[in-house]
Every structure is written in C-alpha cells, then in structure tokens.
C-alpha cells in the first residue's frame, strides 16, 4: 500500500515530479530549414520548476533560450523528450490557459488601447464587462499606468508598451508565468522598479515564473534558481541556486548586498565558462 | 497637428498650380482660336457648369448614387468573400482563378446585357457594374492583408486557445484594415467610372454619363464638359472621403507595438 502522501516534492532533478509547474526532460529541438539543413537548438534539455519557483534562464543570444520558452507554451513542439505543465501536456495546460506570457517583443494590438489590450484575454475567455473593468484597473495600478487606460500603444514609449503586456500576461492571475526578456527595452531606472514589483507581484500571487534575460544582475536579483546556458547548440550549462530570501526580503538594498555580488560573480564564471573573474563585484552588469 | 506650412504644401499649393494650369489653358484657347469641339476654355465650360449648375447636380446625384451602391455592395461583398478565402482554404483555391478571370473582363462590357436582365428603365444594372468592378481590388487586398498577421500576434491568440473565428475578429481583421482600405480607395474611383462609363451603353437617362453623350450629340460642346467636370468631381468626393475614413480608421497603426 504505497500512499500518495508520502510523497514529498521530489529533488528538481527527479524524472517525474507530479506537482510540478514545469517539467522538461530530454527534450531536444532541431529546426530543419530550407534544403534539409538543420538547427540543432536544444540538446538533452532536463529543467523541473516547482510551483512558485522563480527560474531564470541565461546565455549567449541563440542559445535557444525563447526556443525553451516556446516549448514550455507550446508555440512549438520539441523533436525529442516531453514537456510538461502542472503536469499536463504543453497542449493541454495552454488550452487550459495554466500560463500567463510575456514575449520579447510587447505585441500589443495598435488599434485597441491599452485597456483593451490588457482585457484581451478576459473577453476572449468570455469574463463579463464588469469583472473586466474591475481586473483592469486592478493591473493599471499595478504597472503604473493608470492615467493611459485610454491611450493607444503607438503613443506609449516602449518601457511603458511592455508593461502593458506584463499587466496583459497577468490578467488571469496564472500559476505560471513564461517571460521572454520582458524588460530589455527599459532604461535602467524603470528596469531595476519592474524588476522590484516582479518580484512583489509573484510574491503576493505565487504564481512560479520562467524568466529569460540577458542581464546577470537581474537574473540573480529576481530568481530562486539562474539556469545558465551554453552556446548552440543549447544545452544547460549549470544551474546555480541562489538564496537571497523571500520576496519580502528582496529589497532595494539586496543589490548592494556581499551576498548578491558574490551570486553575480559566480553566475558570470558559469558563463564565461571556468576561468574565475578576478575581483568579485566591481562589474555590475 | 498639422502645421500651417504643411497645410500649404498639400492644399495650397496644388490649387495655385491648378490656377496657372487653368489660365494657361484659356490663354491657348483664346490665342490660337481652338473650336469648341476640340476643347472649349475653362471660362465656356465654367460658365455652362454655373448655368447648369441644378441638372449637373442632379446628374450628378444619379452616378454618384449609383456609384455609392456598388461600392457598398462591392465592397462587402468582396470584404466578406476574402474572409471566408482566408478561413477556408478550398475556396481560395478555388476562388483564385475565378478572381483572374472577372479580372481581365471589362466589366462595363456586361453593362448592356445587364440592362436586358433587369429591364432598361432601372439603375441595377449600372449598380451592378460598379460592384463587380469594385469587388476585385477590394478582394485582392483584403485577402492579401488578411494575410499579413504578425507572428507575434498569432502567437499570443495561440496562447489564448482563440477559435478561428475569434482570431479571424481580433487580430485578422482589424490588422488587414489598412489593406482593405487600399482596395476601397482604388475601388471608390472605380465605382465612379464604371457608373459613368455604363451609362453610354443605355438605360434610364438622368446620370451624369447620358447628360454628357447626349450634350455632345447635339453639338453643345461647352455643357458637354461642364458634365464632365461634374463626373470629375464626384470621382475626387468619392475619393477624398474614403481616404478621410481610412487616415481616420487607421491613425493609431503603426508597426513597432
Ligand atoms: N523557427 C525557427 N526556424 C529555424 N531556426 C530557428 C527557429 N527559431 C529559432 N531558431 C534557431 O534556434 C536557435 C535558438 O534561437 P532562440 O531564438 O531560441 O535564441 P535565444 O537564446 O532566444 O536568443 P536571443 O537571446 O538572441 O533572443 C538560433 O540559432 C535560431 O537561429
Ligand atoms: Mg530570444
């Protein structure tokens, strides 16, 4: 009598966790082009994200990185291996809407305004006008653009344009949340204040969030877990666990603190591959 | 928005160019004594089109109306068509000879035959000519912007689970928008001509296209032009008010969003 209880969340590295938000294992991804040339993206992918767990992937630019997030969406399937979600098939957590996304580009709708860019999902989920309007003003307050609620997005600046997706991609408080450079287009400023609220807001809803990002400082500001990847083809270099505290204790003087200098230092040897970057901590970015 | 030197540039300054144009114009009409068959001065035509100003108008309203019901019916119908084309690929397959064939047809050549299916005394046959001519570049580029959809976008109404025929209503469509206003802006000039053009086949008289053939057979070669400046007229109302509606429609699309 093996009962299902004693079960406890299992390792990230175990084959099958059942509670998990994401699990990717041996997944592959080759592109075949024009004339049969292939792209071999991802190679032997394993990645467990536990509900809640704040992940980052970082690498090189055409490491596969948005390829792993499109897996994990099921834009795209993969060529090997199996992709689950709160374990789901990718299809069916995507049907079931178990994700909220946020692309690289924002891919806002020109001819709606930014309240009906950020209501889209609700409408086509068929939530009434009221609980609508209510939910939108919720998130407008969030990001910080309430008095835009009518504007259109060719009248916003990009920063702002790609807040309006992170409220968009919000909107149905999903348990996951796929982030695909969500914030390379903001000055530094507005970054580091995204950056804080991100963290408030997964705080406050729980929600686990598979973030890519070219920046080291902000993967380690914002995650539980920095997967650091290395060139095509894609394959997960390491995998550093960081522990700076709960969202509560990630603060705004966390960046000038020993412990995360120490974790952006380690993550930039990961990166560069073995040979240990001399003085820890001067370089920031 | 627009500043007053760029007000200048795009009205006032093709108006005076227009003047000179015209002044010149009656100045070689004077000098070298041209008859009035080959072409009359704009004062003659000026003044027959003052003189006549109620039957141009009311010649006018005919065409025009014709006009306006087949852009009306061309246009939805060729709107409409391009979206079950884009949803359903059989028939755009299927679809897509046929579109060449009616194409290539001179349309205004249907007329009479027209005028013999629903009887010479009704405008529906000149209705129809201009919705057939209107139909095709309005098919043509709807389908074609119908096919333009980001992929940033399909991607999100994957994301969704939209149906086709949400996604066909949220980011299909209204993104196709400055495409299909390309087709109604070529069709509403088409709409005029082939209203215009399809009167000199028969039919009822009363339009601007009779008003003018009948003028010209009777030697009235003044008030002939003055009917033609009349057409002239209607085709730039038809086209500056489809181009207002669209810079209207579309002041919010641009592509970095
Ligand atoms: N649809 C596709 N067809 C063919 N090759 C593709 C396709 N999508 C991605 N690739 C290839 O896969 C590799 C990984 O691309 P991907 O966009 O995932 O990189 P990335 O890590 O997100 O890069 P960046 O940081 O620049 O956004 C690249 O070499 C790219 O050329
Ligand atoms: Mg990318």
């Given at each position: ?17 059942p ?25 032997s ?98 990001v ?74 902000e ?14 083809p ?46 820890r901590g001067?370089?920031?970015? | ?7 200048y540039?795009t ?10 144009a ?101 405008e ?9 001519a ?14 333009q ?16 025929w ?11 928008l ?19 053009i ?10 601007l296209?009779?008003?003018?053939t ?10 002939a ?22 810079k ?9 969003t």
């Open positions: 009598m093996s009962d299902a209880s004693d079960i406890t969340t299992a390792p990230a590295t175990a084959p099958v966790v509670d998990a938000a994401v699990q990717v294992s041996g997944v592959d991804k080759i592109f075949t082009g024009k004339k049969k040339a292939t792209v071999t993206a991802l190679e992918i394993d990645l467990t994200v536990a509900p809640g767990e704040f992940v980052s992937l970082i690498g090189p630019s055409g490491c596969g990185k948005s390829t792993l997030l499109r897996l994990i969406a099921d834009l795209d399937t993969p060529s090997t291996g199996t992709v689950t979600v709160f374990g789901k098939t990718a299809r069916q957590a995507r049907i079931d809407q178990e994700y909220g996304i946020a692309f690289q580009q924002a891919g806002l709708l020109p001819w709606r305004t930014v309240t009906g860019n950020i209501e889209l999902p609700l409408e086509l989920h068929g939530v009434g006008g009221a609980a609508r309007k209510a939910r939108v003003s919720e998130l407008l307050a969030l910080g653009l309430s008095d835009f609620a009518e504007s259109y997005p060719d009248q916003l600046s990009g920063g702002m344009q790609q807040r309006v997706a992170i409220a968009r991609a919000l909107a149905e408080s999903p348990r996951l949340l796929l982030m695909d450079e969500p914030f390379g287009a903001l000055d530094e400023m507005t970054r580091e204040r995204m950056q804080t609220e991100l963290v408030r807001i997964t705080g406050e809803t729980g929600a686990a969030v598979v973030f890519v990002t070219h920046s080291i400082p993967a380690v500001y914002l995650s539980n877990r920095v997967v650091v990847m290395s060139p095509r894609g394959r997960i270099r390491d995998v550093l666990t960081v522990s700076l505290g709960t969202a509560q204790e990630r603060t705004e003087e966390l960046r000038e603190n020993e412990a995360f200098f120490e974790n952006v230092s380690k993550v930039r040897e990961l990166l560069h591959g073995e040979a240990p970057v001399g003085i001067v370089e920031t970015r | 928005m627009r500043s007053s030197a760029g007000i540039r009205v006032l300054a093709p108006v005076l160019l227009g003047l000179v015209l002044a010149l114009w009656q100045l070689l009409v004077v000098a070298f004594d041209i008859k009035a068959f080959i072409v009359p001065g704009p004062i003659a035509i000026g003044t027959e089109f003052g003189a006549n100003l109620s039957t141009v108008l009311q010649g006018a309203l005919v065409t025009g109306g014709n006009a306006l019901v087949g852009l009306v019916i061309g246009g939805v119908t060729g709107i409409l068509f391009a979206i079950i084309a884009a949803l359903v690929r059989v028939i755009d397959e299927l679809s897509a000879a046929v579109v060449a064939a009616i194409a290539v047809v001179p349309i205004v050549a249907l007329a009479p035959v027209l005028y013999t299916m629903f009887g010479a005394a009704a529906t046959g000149r209705q129809l000519v201009a919705a057939i209107v139909f095709i570049p309005v098919y043509i580029n709807t389908l074609r912007g119908l096919r959809v980001r992929p940033v976008h399909r991607d999100l109404m994957r994301v969704y689970a939209a149906s086709a949400q996604t066909t209503r949220t980011v299909t469509v209204p993104g196709a400055p495409f299909i206003f390309t087709g109604l802006r070529i069709a509403s000039s088409l709409a005029v001509i082939s209203a215009l399809a009167e000199y086949f028969g039919g009822p008289i009363g339009g296209g009779k008003s003018i009948s003028a010209a057979s009777g030697s009235n070669y003044s008030l032009w003055a009917y033609v400046l009349g057409a002239i007229i209607v085709g730039l109302v038809f086209y500056c008010v489809t181009l207002a509606i669209e209207i429609a579309t002041r919010h699309y641009s592509p970095n």
